[in-house]
């Protein structure tokens, strides 16, 4: 076989300025450059070419934590941590993690690594020190509340599940399964929530999709499988010049005989979105919530040896009815949105506001300050003495020192308070609460 046979892009006239510039780069460029990293660079920009929102080239450890994200399971240390005025503290300690059977707790702050102050800018940088390969050793400095001086521990690194599927059982027997993405062992994730669920009694069920992004068809497909009558259709996948066009229909085993009601909204995209218009074309389910994100085209992905990822985009699909929900999205049965703070963006770490500060970080404290209950009856957009007395007030109360000012650690119990509220105050669950009651009231 020849070489262009081998390669056909050395016949491609254009192969020549690539070429070109890549001994040009490697002979004269100014610094040294290393050649895998140029390969990648131009990989890159070629996927980049397709203007294609989903098509991706991943170079060596982007690739890896890539597909790591979908194995259901990642090497470290079993802590979350977030970044507060320039200190790293541990929000969460995953329970029979390293860090839990080392004794860590939240709110302990890491400042040093390997025997030497933190010097990463951000929490991703730390987690890349914090992970590796099993059974490797990690010291870290930690800062205690009560302790006069930093204890260093050291951690052995071991696997540390990544769960997508949490569950709770919510009044008259409605159980509340939520997936946050789909990945490998989602679906068997969801079967052990359901079973514990029936075993307390469920009712009905409330699948929670709202804010997850996707992820791996086989996991949404074998749930699917679960909730779906048999032989009814999923989805139907369509490649290029539909030359080809795979119907998945439902395996059902044992039938399916509660009411289902699914939450979507604007976030709930790909995968999610399949299982969604499946339930509701298919079994009947109510949705409710907002029209999801619309992606409805689907990705294979390919690791290379160097754990280089290409997240290529070849096919599209449609729903049971044959719906295409590509930049339109799913519809809900049922339309329902969170109360409005729900929206606002967050307020990035490192954010310093105080009286004279100005700009659209400024109008989010203030909204997020009235949500609470602490208005500020001065300028939208800018910190004045009104804004300034009501987060006065909002520290006084939380206990936090009344400074005025906006830092790290007051927007962090800001978002808390946020998130509590929201809890209360969800309308879409609410909603689908109430629906599902309806519906088995309507049965008895």
Same mark, same amino acid.
């Given at each position: 076989?020849?070489?262009?046979?081998?390669?056909?892009?050395?016949?491609?006239? +254009?192969?020549?300025?690539?070429?070109?510039?890549?001994?040009?780069?490697?002979?004269?460029?100014?610094?040294? !450059?290393?050649?895998?990293?140029?390969?990648?660079?131009? %990989?890159?920009?070629?996927?980049?070419?397709?203007?294609?929102? #989903?098509?991706?080239?991943?170079?060596?450890?982007?690739?890896?934590?890539?597909?790591?994200?979908?194995?259901?399971?990642?090497?470290?240390?079993?802590?979350?941590?977030?970044?507060?005025?320039?200190?790293?503290?541990?929000?969460?300690?995953?329970?029979?993690?390293?860090?839990?059977?080392?004794?860590?707790?939240?709110?302990?702050?890491?400042?040093?690594?390997?025997?030497?102050?933190?010097?990463?800018?951000?929490?991703?940088?730390? %987690?890349?020190?914090?992970?590796?390969?099993?059974?490797?050793?990690?010291?870290?400095?930690?800062?205690?509340?009560?302790?006069?001086?930093?204890?260093?521990?050291?951690? !052995?690194?071991?696997?540390?599940?990544?769960?997508?599927?949490?569950?709770?059982?919510?009044?008259?027997?409605?159980?509340?399964?939520?997936? !946050?993405?789909?990945?490998?062992?989602? %679906?068997?994730?969801?079967?052990?929530?359901?079973?514990?669920?029936?075993?307390?009694?469920?009712?009905?069920?409330?699948?929670?999709?709202?804010?997850?992004?996707?992820?791996?068809?086989?996991?949404?497909?074998?749930? %699917?499988?679960?909730?779906?009558?048999?032989?009814?259709?999923?989805?139907?996948?369509?490649?290029?010049?539909?030359?080809?066009?795979?119907?998945?229909?439902?395996?059902?085993?044992?039938?399916?005989?509660?009411?289902?009601?699914?939450? !979507?909204?604007?976030?709930?995209?790909?995968? &999610?979105?399949?299982?969604?218009? +499946?339930?509701?074309?298919?079994?009947?389910?109510?949705?409710?919530?907002?029209?999801?994100?619309?992606?409805?085209?689907?990705?294979?992905?390919?690791?290379? #040896?160097?754990?280089?990822?290409?997240?290529?985009?070849?096919?599209?699909?449609?729903?049971?009815?044959?719906?295409?929900?590509?930049?339109?999205?799913?519809?809900?049965?049922?339309?329902?949105?969170?109360?409005?703070?729900?929206? =606002?963006?967050?307020?990035?770490?490192?954010?310093?506001?105080?009286?004279?500060?100005?700009?659209?970080?400024?109008?989010? =404290?203030?909204?997020?300050?009235?949500?609470?209950?602490?208005?500020?009856?001065?300028?939208?957009?800018?910190?004045?003495?009104?804004?300034?007395? &009501?987060?006065?007030?909002?520290?006084?109360?939380?206990?936090?020192?009344?400074?005025?000012?906006?830092?790290?650690?007051?927007?962090?119990?800001?978002?808390?308070?946020?998130?509590?509220?929201?809890?209360?105050?969800?309308?879409?669950?609410?909603?689908?609460?109430?629906?599902?009651?309806?519906?088995?009231?309507?049965?008895?």
């Amino acid at each position: 076989m020849s070489l262009i046979a081998q390669h056909p892009i050395i016949a491609e006239p +254009a192969f020549r300025n690539l070429s070109a510039s890549y001994n040009e780069i490697r002979a004269d460029f100014l610094k040294n !450059t290393d050649p895998s990293d140029l390969i990648n660079g131009a %990989a890159e920009g070629m996927v980049a070419s397709l203007d294609d929102p #989903y098509s991706r080239f991943l170079s060596k450890e982007k690739g890896k934590a890539y597909v790591e994200s979908y194995e259901g399971e990642f090497v470290g240390i079993g802590v979350t941590v977030r970044q507060e005025d320039g200190k790293f503290i541990i929000t969460s300690v995953i329970k029979d993690a390293p860090a839990d059977k080392a004794g860590l707790r939240a709110e302990d702050v890491i400042v040093q690594l390997e025997g030497k102050p933190v010097e990463v800018k951000t929490t991703e940088e730390l %987690a890349q020190k914090l992970r590796g390969k099993e059974g490797t050793k990690v010291t870290i400095g930690i800062s205690r509340s009560g302790l006069s001086e930093p204890f260093q521990v050291t951690l !052995t690194r071991a696997p540390i599940k990544q769960e997508s599927v949490s569950y709770e059982m919510r009044e008259g027997g409605i159980g509340v399964v939520t997936v !946050t993405r789909f990945a490998e062992r989602t %679906a068997e994730e969801f079967d052990k929530a359901v079973e514990a669920l029936e075993k307390d009694g469920m009712k009905a069920l409330l699948l929670d999709l709202r804010s997850n992004p996707g992820g791996l068809l086989t996991p949404t497909i074998d749930i %699917a499988n679960r909730l779906i009558p048999k032989d009814k259709t999923i989805l139907q996948v369509v490649y290029k010049d539909e030359k080809r066009v795979i119907t998945y229909r439902s395996k059902q085993e044992k039938p399916w005989e509660l009411p289902i009601a699914v939450l !979507t909204d604007s976030h709930s995209a790909s995968a &999610s979105e399949v299982l969604a218009a +499946a339930l509701k074309e298919s079994a009947g389910a109510t949705v409710i919530g907002e029209t999801t994100y619309g992606k409805g085209v689907v990705q294979r992905f390919r690791q290379f #040896y160097d754990g280089s990822v290409l997240s290529l985009t070849e096919a599209q699909w449609r729903t049971p009815n044959g719906q295409w929900i590509n930049e339109k999205g799913v519809e809900p049965t049922i339309k329902v949105s969170l109360p409005e703070y729900a929206s =606002l963006p967050p307020l990035p770490s490192g954010t310093l506001l105080k009286e004279g500060s100005y700009g659209e970080h400024v109008k989010t =404290l203030q909204s997020m300050l009235e949500a609470l209950g602490y208005p500020a009856d001065g300028t939208p957009g800018l910190f004045d003495e009104a804004t300034k007395r &009501s987060l006065e007030s909002f520290q006084r109360d939380e206990k936090l020192d009344v400074t005025g000012e906006l830092n790290d650690r007051t927007s962090y119990r800001i978002v808390q308070r946020l998130s509590e509220k929201l809890k209360k105050e969800d309308a879409p669950l609410l909603k689908g609460i109430e629906t599902l009651k309806q519906q088995l009231g309507a049965r008895t």
